[in-house]
């Protein structure tokens, strides 16, 4: 299964995500229609940047009176069937990162369906910070990252490692 | 989806980094998507304007026919008419006041950098050497800064392999979107990363090191950082004393650049100006130095970036891996004319005011040619076609553009959209996108060619080599217009690179043309040949050449004239022409959903200043500068993103036009950029 996962270090917050999803919900860039949001804290300078997380027990699926959230076989996404949404809000409500949010044209609640495996989001991510990676392989490029982090701890003297030279 | 959709491999042109694009087009031909291609430049990422070039080329305000200007209205006509009319015109010019009352003027709407070399073939081929284009207010300070010290220009440094990146006045996620995965990926892997700017922009927010400094003072940030570099002996001792010169003037000069007034000067703290130091330290010579638009647009401008240039002299880093990497061109024949029929005896605009400008880029001085056109001094120029620009909205000082492109005797606009600049045209021709034509492009990081596709064509819409053909065919220079259409032309383009149209084609996701070599320098010299482009074949810290021209041989600093000459009646300091990612410049202003994320011209400001003015965000304002006002809305930005003092005005509204107030008459003597980027200004509440 593969998720998309997301680097607080290397997001610059130019929206091109929340562009991209918006795009591919309404045909427009508004970045209120878009499924992902990028949150700047200017006091600390952060970016935050947050979508659904696709949770194996979702809880929005499991408290949804219609059932009409459901997880994808095939992608993996928890999904909302607009048709079946009943507009009742419960998801937006139990969602404990407040990743759904309700959409006032078509009165249902909507999110982030991965874009049926191919995430628009992550394709217009020009830092890099969004990836779609398979969960098996995601400690592959969690090692290369904190690799690197070591390496540069050693060069600058602030860590040291016995033996070798 | 039901329809069968095709897939075509191109590049995009909605900005100028030209990403690998998949466009899908459906059945009736229609591009209805464009995503990432596994182009070597982008990696299968876009920035959002590249997928909205669908609707560029979809647009129903596409100019798809010839219009002429008849009693102040546009009427169409045939396209073969109105090229008759045209070149007839041009003709009466030429006999009235000689070829070079005509001029031609490249914009950044429409092509690659081949548009612009056939801009420059076709002026030359009628016998005028007046080629003008956005170049002389962008880029080419670069260029011209870095390849006086070096002999080149790194337009795209190895990033990746870096150790180090020092970013001044840059910020690539909104000028150049997928350079921000590079300098990521350094990033990751333990580089230290310095953003050198007024504003916190994008970068910044994920720099190490953000260095929030005064504008147009990076010039004596550079040469504090360089008389630390010597003293505390941090610089690479061999490469000095092989490969430069004027190390001990250099040298002798940095020593009033003492902490106390650099951190004076810049704004910037002691902690930051050692930190900075440090990381340059900690990078050896995997540093890459890259200096941004926010250099240029200062008086002082080509010396702030040399200044700049030395520190990679010092530490070595030209031509490294992980530093600033000098790539291998690609080997085209040669386009433009400058060596069978260079005409430097019929003046070129602007090259003796600023010969620098001209010995360097061959580039004419647009701002001028306003005077020019105006004056008749020193000669007439009286005709101009403009390739997808508009200089109305661009160039500063925006009632001079006005005055003089409306008293030119005949004015030609190619345009997809109507502009502020084509409105005072004669003749706006219909101009092909980039998804119809095929042209070359490189990108030098990789060393990589790549063949443009021609997606679709438009009946009567032509290429820029069609339309220049026809025309130089109607004026007598059909002989440097052979080849039957532009497929033809990059035949004889590629043949002596040894790589064949069949190979690019091959290869849509770029064509890597030479294998990545460093130190360059180290194998010239070992075969004789000059180890840097420059006059000395050395990097030049002190240049003969300048000094000569009687400019200042070492990069020398002054002040911006806001500090140096402070003056009550305008006491804030405007910067104009960071970018808003989403749009380019002037462009896609008409795009109904890039207006819903950005609707309007923006005047950032610091809440200090806010306060002391009695301004609330989102309130309209006047701004003045000794030429002119203009109303636009306040931002108030958090007090770490701006400076006090400082505010910064978006560029490219016509309904905000900040270039009513920008001069074109304060200049760098050397390259003569107009000081856009600390212009004295006063502000009220309206
Ligand atoms: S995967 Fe698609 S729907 Fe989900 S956040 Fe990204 S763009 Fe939006
Ligand atoms: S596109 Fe990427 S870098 Fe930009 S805001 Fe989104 S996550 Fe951050
Ligand atoms: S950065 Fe954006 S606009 Fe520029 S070439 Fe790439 S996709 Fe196109």
Redesign the interface.
């Known amino acids: 299964m593969k998720y998309i996962t997301i680097?607080l270090?290397?997001?610059?917050?130019?929206?091109?995500c929340e562009?991209?999803c918006a795009?591919a919900q309404t045909?427009?860039?508004?970045?209120k229609d878009s499924n992902i949001r990028v949150n700047?804290y200017?006091?600390t300078?952060t970016?935050i940047t947050m979508t659904c997380m696709h949770c194996t027990d979702a809880w929005c699926m499991e408290v949804c009176p219609a059932n009409a959230i459901s997880k994808d076989e095939a992608t993996g996404a928890v999904v909302i069937d607009q048709d079946q949404c009943a507009g009742c809000k419960m998801c937006i409500m139990v969602c404990p990162f407040g990743n759904i949010h309700f959409n006032p044209t078509k009165l249902v609640s909507q999110k982030c369906d991965l874009c049926g495996g191919d995430p628009n989001c992550v394709?217009?991510?020009?830092?890099?910070?969004l990836q779609f990676e398979e969960a098996e392989e995601l400690f592959d490029s969690k090692r290369?990252?904190l690799d690197?982090?070591l390496?540069?701890l050693i060069?600058?003297g602030k860590i040291k490692i016995k033996g070798g030279e | 989806m039901g329809n069968e959709r095709k897939q075509i491999k191109s590049l995009c042109r909605m900005c100028d980094d030209h990403c690998g694009i998949n466009v899908y087009v459906d059945e009736q031909g229609q591009v209805v998507n464009i995503d990432g291609s596994n182009h070597y430049w982008n990696r299968g990422r876009l920035c959002v304007k590249g997928r909205a070039g669908v609707d560029f080329v979809n647009h129903p305000d596409r100019i798809l026919k010839p219009l002429k200007k008849i009693d102040g209205k546009f009427v169409e006509i045939e396209l073969e008419q109105a090229l008759d009319e045209i070149a007839k015109k041009m003709s009466e010019i030429t006999e009235k006041h000689g070829a070079r009352a005509n001029s031609i003027w490249k914009g950044e709407a429409v092509g690659f950098a081949q548009e612009e070399e056939l801009a420059r073939r076709f002026i030359h081929a009628i016998g005028s050497p007046n080629y003008f284009s956005n170049d002389s207010q962008c880029f080419v300070g670069r260029w011209i800064g870095y390849s006086l010290v070096a002999g080149s220009w790194m337009a795209q440094p190895d990033f990746e392999n870096s150790r180090c990146i020092v970013l001044w006045g840059a910020n690539p996620p909104s000028a150049h979107p997928n350079m921000t995965q590079y300098i990521m990926n350094a990033k990751e892997k333990g580089a230290k990363i310095i953003a050198i700017d007024s504003r916190l922009s994008n970068i910044a927010r994920q720099a190490d090191i953000f260095a929030q400094i005064r504008p147009g003072t990076d010039g004596a940030l550079a040469l504090g950082i360089i008389k630390i570099l010597i003293e505390e002996k941090i610089y690479n001792q061999h490469f000095v004393e092989h490969y430069t010169t004027g190390f001990d003037k250099l040298k002798d000069y940095v020593q009033k650049f003492s902490k106390e007034f650099v951190c004076q000067e810049t704004g910037i703290s002691e902690d930051i100006l050692n930190d900075i130091v440090k990381a340059i330290h900690f990078g050896k010579s995997q540093v890459v130095n890259y200096v941004g638009n926010g250099l240029e647009h200062h008086e002082n401008g080509i010396n702030n970036i040399r200044a700049v240039a030395c520190i990679d002299a010092l530490i070595a880093s030209f031509d490294q891996k992980g530093g600033n990497f000098m790539p291998e061109g690609f080997g085209p024949s040669e386009l433009t004319l400058y060596h069978e029929k260079p005409l430097t005896e019929l003046e070129p605009i602007g090259a003796d005011k600023f010969p620098v400008l001209y010995e360097y880029r061959k580039e004419c001085h647009t701002m001028t040619a306003m005077d020019t056109i105006i004056t008749e001094k020193p000669y007439a120029l009286k005709s101009m076609i403009i390739i997808g620009a508009n200089p109305v909205l661009t160039n500063p000082n925006t009632n001079k553009v006005i005055e003089a492109l409306s008293k030119l005797e005949l004015l030609v606009v190619r345009e997809l959209f109507m502009t502020e600049t084509a409105e005072l045209a004669d003749y706006i021709l219909p101009a092909a996108s980039y998804l119809e034509r095929s042209e070359l492009h490189y990108h030098g990081m990789h060393q990589v060619a790549t063949l443009t596709n021609r997606i679709q064509t438009i009946e009567g819409v032509q290429d820029e080599y069609m339309f220049l053909h026809d025309l130089a065919h109607r004026l007598g220079a059909g002989e440097y217009f052979p080849w039957e259409n532009e497929d033809r032309l990059n035949e004889w383009l590629v043949e002596p690179s040894g790589v064949t149209i069949e190979t690019l084609k091959a290869h849509p996701e770029g064509y890597q043309y030479k294998p990545l070599q460093y130190k360059k320098w180290e194998a010239k010299e070992a075969r004789g040949e000059k180890p840097f482009n420059t006059r000395t074949g050395k990097v030049e810290l002190f240049s003969q050449y300048l000094e000569d021209m009687g400019y200042d041989g070492l990069p020398v600093y002054h002040s911006p004239d806001f500090i140096a000459n402070p003056d009550s009646e305008y006491p804030y300091t405007m910067i104009t022409g960071a970018r808003k990612m989403i749009y380019y410049h002037s462009r896609n202003k008409n795009f109904k959903r890039f207006l819903t994320a950005v609707p309007r011209a923006e005047l950032e400001l610091h809440p200090y200043d806010a306060k002391n003015l009695g301004i609330a965000d989102g309130d309209l304002v006047r701004v003045t500068s000794q030429i002119g006002s203009v109303e636009v809305h306040a931002v108030i930005k958090h007090e770490r993103e701006i400076m006090p003092g400082i505010i910064q005005f978006t560029h490219g509204w016509k309904e905000a036009n900040v270039n009513l107030i920008t001069h074109d008459d304060k200049f760098d003597p050397i390259d003569g950029f107009p000081l856009m980027k600390a212009v004295k200004v006063k502000i009220e509440k309206i």
């Not at chain 1, 270090?9 to 091109?16: E, Y």
């Open positions: 680097d270090d290397k997001c610059v917050s130019c929206s091109n562009y991209a795009f045909e427009d860039f508004a970045r700047y200017p006091e300078v970016s394709k217009f991510c020009i830092s890099g910070a290369t990252k690197g982090k390496n540069q060069l600058e």
